[in-house]
């Protein structure tokens, strides 16, 4: 199983940018899928997370700014990022829990870098 995430990069205040993370190899279905990040110096957090019925939890700092959705037929979580601050520059990592044969086995994609600056 593999996750491979992309989308990230440099953006001006205010911009916007839209994060991928697909899930290929082979397992039953996903589960929740959410993204992560950590900013240098600091430990990861939790950015958003959406479960398998489309329920969603953000983090207090994203709210209003950042949209996580999935695709299940392609197995992939988007983040939707808009209004980007400095403060979210950091390494953006997506986490999956993957339905095998009698268990969920949890996986993290490789990073992708987001940088907000002028």
């Known amino acids: 199983v593999q996750l491979q995430a992309s989308g990230g990069g440099l953006v001006r205040p205010g911009g916007s940018l839209r994060l991928s993370c697909a899930a290929s190899?082979?397992?039953?279905?996903?589960?929740?899928m959410g993204w992560y990040r950590q900013a240098p110096g600091k430990q990861r957090e939790l950015v958003a997370i959406?479960?398998?019925?489309?329920?969603?939890t953000y983090t207090d700092g994203v709210k209003g700014r950042f949209t996580i959705s999935r695709d299940n037929a392609k197995n992939t979580v988007y983040l939707q990022m808009n209004s980007l601050e400095p403060e979210d520059t950091a390494v953006y990592y997506c986490?999956?829990?993957?339905?095998?044969?009698?268990?969920?086995?949890?996986?993290w994609g490789q990073g992708t870098l987001v940088t907000v600056s002028s």
């Open positions: 190899g082979t397992f039953l279905s996903t589960n929740v």
């Open positions: 959406i479960l398998s019925g489309g329920g969603t």
């Open positions: 986490n999956v829990d993957l339905r095998v044969i009698g268990r969920t086995i949890t996986y």
